[in-house]
């Protein structure tokens, strides 16, 4: 359930949603998922990504931050919501998805002349980890 004020075990329970996040991403994003797609539709060349191997740590610091701050901000939506069941998590999730990452991504899609398939790889990650992160956020 929500739990306000903060307690240890929210701010334990708000980094285990960015962490779940994260999993879900690199599932996600593996190769044999739609890892090989996506970076096809990005234009990331092999020789690009053998480039970014070493900031990888990196990468997965910032990543896991980001997705702390959404499970942070999903966490007082959730709150100031009543969200304690899992079908309200799931409202959340989806309202969350709709009206911040799937319009912010398509935006950049349309603006940056990008296939609507690298949208909907990226657009329905996001739905996914939001679902994920949601119910996560009830324990």
């Known amino acids: 359930m929500y739990q306000y004020p903060f307690s ?10 960015g962490v779940v996040s994260v999993i879900i ?12 797609l996506w970076m096809r539709l990005a234009g990331i060349t092999p020789e690009m990504a053998e480039r970014a191997q070493h900031r990888k740590l990196l990468h997965a ?10 499970a942070y901000v999903m966490f007082w939506f959730g709150a100031a919501w009543s969200v304690y069941d ?19 991504l398509l935006g950049s899609t349309i603006w940056e002349q990008r296939p609507f398939r690298l949208y909907l790889i990226n657009a329905l990650y996001w739905l996914v980890a939001f679902i994920a992160m949601a119910l996560v956020l009830l324990f």
Do not use: E, M, N
């Not at 701010?11 to 949603?17: F, G, N, R, Y």
């Not at 190769?31 to 090989?36: D, V």
């Open 8 to 17: 240890t075990t929210t701010l334990l329970v708000i980094l285990a949603a």
């Open 25 to 36: 991403g690199y599932i996600w994003y593996h190769p044999r998922i739609f890892g090989g």
């Open 61 to 70: 610091v910032l990543g896991l931050l980001a997705s702390v701050l959404v």
């Open 86 to 104: 899992w079908t309200t998590a799931l409202q959340l999730a989806f309202w969350c998805w709709i009206g911040f990452a799937a319009p912010l």
